[in-house]
């Protein structure tokens, strides 16, 4: 089975051995591949697809689950580990490797640097990121000027901040 998700102008496919293809826009390196540039355009007005890598610089694999955000995206492995990459500037990527601001054009794996593992959902918002591990917790970092990441703080978070779940049952 594969899939696929899209959002302002670039969309990503998974296929069904956990490949993942981006296409369209990639001007803050939500396609993944090491650009900071958009698909290339092969023939008339058809775009190529580009094939998603890690920070090895190896392609992404093993992947079960891909979202797409306003400028990021986000994948789920099948061993639970989220991976981000695109936009940055809010902390929607919550990664170690780079300050908020700064963006990545590869994958990151979120769990080098927070508790979180075995995430089973996620959501990847307008510039925020929120996930959901397997003992039922949410997390969400990024954007929250408008209490987008749930934790009253009306703040942007590069953190992974637990979002107030209580009633919720998975």
């Avoid at 000027?145 to 009306?154: A, H, V, W, Y």
């Amino acid at each position: 089975k594969t899939s696929g998700a899209s959002n302002n102008g670039h969309t990503a496919f998974l296929t069904e051995n956990g490949l993942v293809y981006t296409i369209g826009k990639g001007a803050t390196g939500q396609l993944g591949n090491e650009t900071w540039t958009n698909s290339s355009v092969s023939t008339g007005n058809e775009y190529t697809a580009v094939q998603a890598i890690n920070k090895e610089n190896d392609p992404l694999d093993n992947i079960r689950d891909i979202y797409v955000g306003l400028t990021h995206t986000v994948a789920i492995d099948k061993d639970g580990k989220v991976l981000t990459w695109g936009s940055n500037n809010y902390g929607e990527l919550r990664s170690s490797q780079v300050q908020a601001g700064v963006n990545l054009a590869r994958a990151y794996d979120v769990a080098e640097d927070t508790r979180i593992e075995k995430v089973i959902l996620v959501s990847a918002g307008e510039s925020y990121t929120v996930v959901v591990d397997e003992t039922g917790f949410a997390y969400a970092w990024g954007k929250g000027t408008t209490g987008q990441l749930g934790n009253k703080l009306g703040i942007n978070s590069i953190e992974a901040r637990r979002v107030g779940t209580e009633g919720i049952s998975l």
